[in-house]
C-alpha cells in the first residue's frame, strides 16, 4: 500500500540557512499534518491543512511557514534556521471523515550545524 | 486542556514475556485513542485506535489495548514479547473538530531481553 513520502530524509544546514521540506500524502487523502520531534522528545504538532486551507496551527515559529498545494503535497519552509531546530520533521496525512486516523511518513532529519 | 501520560519512560522485559505498557490521558470528551511505535531512526507506524465502541481493541504484531474510561487510561498489552518489539512506544490522542491534531504521551522504551 501507498505510504506518506517525505523528502528529503536527510538535510544539513548551516545557521541562518533555509529549508524546504516535502511531503506526499496517502492517495485521496484530503489532511496533512506537520509534527516536529527533538532529541529524546514526543512528536509536537506544528501545523496542518486541510483541502489546501490552514486547519490548525500549533506551536511553529514564525521563521516557518507551510502550504498545501493542489495535488494535496505539502512543503515545510523553514528560515533563519537555529540550532534548536535540529529534529525529526514527520508528516502525516489522513482520510476524509471524522473520526481521523494519521499516517506517518519515515521523516526529515534536519541538522543544523 | 489535553495531555496525555506514560508514567514508565523506560520497561526492560525478558523475551517471550507479557508485556504492559501504561497510558493516561486528560481530555473532556470522548477520545479519540491511538498507539504508535517507534524503532530508532524510523517512522511512527500505527498499532491500533480506539473511537467507540468495544473498550478491547487489537492491533497489528499482536497487541491489544483496552480503554478504561474511569480510569482514563487505554493501557497497550502483547502476551508474549518477541525482541524485534524493542522500540519507543507513544500513547497519542486525538483533538476533536476537523483537525485531529494528536497530543503525545513522552513515550516508552521497550528494552527486551533475550
Known amino acids: 500500500a501507498a505510504g506518506v513520502i517525505q523528502s528529503p530524509r536527510h538535510l544539513i544546514k548551516e545557521k541562518r540557512e533555509t529549508a524546504t521540506l516535502k511531503c506526499y500524502p496517502i492517495?485521496?487523502?484530503?489532511?496533512v499534518y506537520w509534527y516536529q520531534q527533538g532529541p529524546g522528545q514526543d512528536p509536537q504538532f506544528l501545523i496542518s491543512?486541510?483541502?489546501?486551507?490552514?486547519?490548525d496551527k500549533g506551536s511553529i515559529p514564525d521563521r516557518f511557514s507551510a502550504q498545501q498545494f493542489s495535488d494535496y503535497h505539502s512543503e515545510l519552509n523553514m528560515s533563519s534556521l537555529e540550532l534548536g531546530d535540529s529534529a525529526l520533521y514527520f508528516c502525516?496525512?489522513?482520510?476524509?471523515?471524522?473520526?481521523?486516523?494519521?499516517?506517518f511518513g519515515p521523516g526529515t532529519r534536519l541538522l543544523v550545524l | 486542556a489535553q495531555s496525555v501520560t506514560q508514567p514508565d519512560i523506560h520497561i526492560t522485559v525478558s523475551e517471550g514475556a507479557s508485556l504492559e505498557l501504561r497510558c493516561n490521558y486528560s481530555y473532556g470528551a470522548t477520545p479519540y485513542l491511538f498507539w504508535y511505535v517507534q524503532s530508532p531512526g524510523q517512522g511512527l507506524q500505527l498499532l491500533l485506535k480506539?473511537?467507540?465502541?468495544?473498550?478491547l481493541v487489537q492491533g497489528i504484531k499482536g497487541f491489544e489495548a483496552e480503554f478504561k474510561r474511569s480510569q482514563s487510561s487505554f493501557n497497550l498489552r502483547k502476551p508474549s514479547v518477541h525482541w524485534s518489539d524493542a522500540a519507543e512506544y507513544f500513547c497519542a490522542v486525538g483533538a476533536s473538530g476537523n483537525t485531529g491534531k494528536l497530543i503525545f504521551g513522552q513515550g516508552t522504551t521497550l528494552q527486551v531481553k533475550p
Open positions: 502525516a496525512s489522513s482520510f476524509p471523515g471524522l473520526p481521523r486516523t494519521q499516517y
Open positions: 480506539y473511537f467507540s465502541g468495544d473498550t
Open positions: 492517495p485521496r487523502h484530503d489532511t
Open positions: 491543512f486541510y483541502e489546501k486551507m490552514q486547519s
